[in-house]
């Protein structure tokens, strides 16, 4: 990071910079100032007393007194850039660093009453979050145990059911993307994470990588199932992927699978500190090339490797470093999903992932799960 005094005014619960440098989820605007070293807080009387205890910052500054001392300077309506003002005044502070996604309306308040804002271009605003110390690795290990436990159970539904005339049946009812998703969010609810927008996508959902999935789940097609939740307690996200069919997959769909599941073991085998992201993903396209799986527009729509490789995980679900043609490099203490896929509208998606940690001569895989296509009891 450079010198100089950071500004960040927003919700922590929307701000992983935020977020990560005070350790205090709360829902409403704050305003957090980082200056010589020492980090600021201002909340409402409504949060000052948890933020005291909870909060990992050096001073928290009560929002009431500063209200009042604006009013009695005949401050008719009290803002937060009103407050901000006050107190980057009382530090002597006309010059400020700010995130890429600051908002404009405080960006172009402060300029109007002097001060210098420097936008930071660079993701995250904080590099220091793409390398994860032990105890964040822990904290997404755990996040990533309540995902595998939430995965085994979508697939054992599957395994589970009857199939009557070519849809899948699970308990006496009918098994569709709705009712698979409803129980895994409930069962990371029940463990204490947030699981938002999850996938069970199944047939011609499957060959559209973030289609949610909706209606009957078929037998003999593909069923791709991404779970990515959000621990409630510490705000890291697990990360998972997995493809299975309940019946007898096509020829063609079998070739699918093993050879994304070959992909993802190699690009695996090439994550390591001092990789380049362009050289792994690189190498996962073309060897789905030399396999017959090529990437293209037909109909009128993108079929085949149509994302990216990875992508960094932390206190968001799709950090810095994405594993795709960039020019960045990998370091130690990354967290990266190894996704690859192949999706095409006749025989439906195949996506694999797992969720691994940079090392200096490779890395750790976090995800212990199976990967099998054909689902099993």
Not at 183 to 191: G, P, Q, T, V
Not at 281 to 298: I, L, N
Request: aromatic fraction near 6%; charged fraction near 30%; glycine fraction near 10%.
């Amino acid at each position: 990071m450079k010198k100089g005094t950071y500004l960040i005014i927003d919700t922590s619960e929307d701000n992983a910079d935020l977020y990560y440098r005070t350790g205090f989820f709360v829902p409403d605007p704050v305003i957090y100032i980082e200056h010589n070293g020492k980090k600021i807080l201002v909340l409402s009387d409504l949060e000052i007393e948890r933020g005291r205890k909870e909060a990992t910052v050096d001073r928290v500054l009560s929002l009431t007194d500063i209200q009042k001392r604006l009013l009695a300077d005949n401050v008719k309506r009290v803002r937060l850039l009103d407050v901000a003002d006050m107190v980057l005044k009382d530090l002597k502070i006309k010059k400020v660093i700010v995130p890429g996604r600051f908002s404009i309306k405080y960006a172009d308040g402060l300029r109007e009453r002097g001060y210098t804002v420097i936008p930071r271009d660079e993701e995250p605003f904080f590099d220091e979050r793409l390398r994860k110390t032990p105890r964040e690795i822990g904290m997404i290990r755990d996040s990533m145990k309540e995902t595998v436990r939430a995965m085994d159970l979508a697939i054992k539904m599957i395994a589970s059911s009857e199939i009557r005339k070519k849809r899948l049946y699970f308990k006496g009812g009918l098994l569709t993307s709705e009712r698979v998703k409803g129980e895994i969010n409930a069962e990371l609810s029940r463990k204490g994470l947030t699981a938002s927008h999850t996938i069970v996508a199944c047939g011609v959902h499957s060959a559209m990588p973030h289609h949610s999935g909706e209606g009957p789940i078929y037998a003999d097609k593909p069923v791709v199932i991404d779970i990515f939740p959000r621990s409630q307690a510490n705000g890291y996200f697990g990360d998972m992927t997995r493809t299975v069919v309940r019946g007898e997959p096509s020829p063609e769909l079998v070739k699918m699978y093993e050879t994304v599941l070959r992909g993802q073991k190699l690009a695996i085998g090439m994550v390591k500190a001092g990789a380049r992201v362009r050289d792994i993903h690189s190498a996962v396209a073309d060897y789905f090339r030399s396999r017959g799986f090529e990437t293209a527009v037909k109909g009128g729509k993108a079929q085949g490797f149509i994302h990216s490789t990875g992508h960094g995980l932390g206190l968001e679900i799709h950090e810095p470093p994405r594993i795709s043609l960039g020019d960045e490099v990998l370091e130690a203490g990354n967290v990266v999903t190894v996704e690859p896929g192949l999706y095409y509208e006749k025989t439906g998606g195949v996506r694999i992932e797992d969720v691994v940690v940079v090392e200096k001569n490779g890395c750790v895989n976090l995800t212990r799960y199976p990967k099998k296509l054909i689902a099993k009891i």
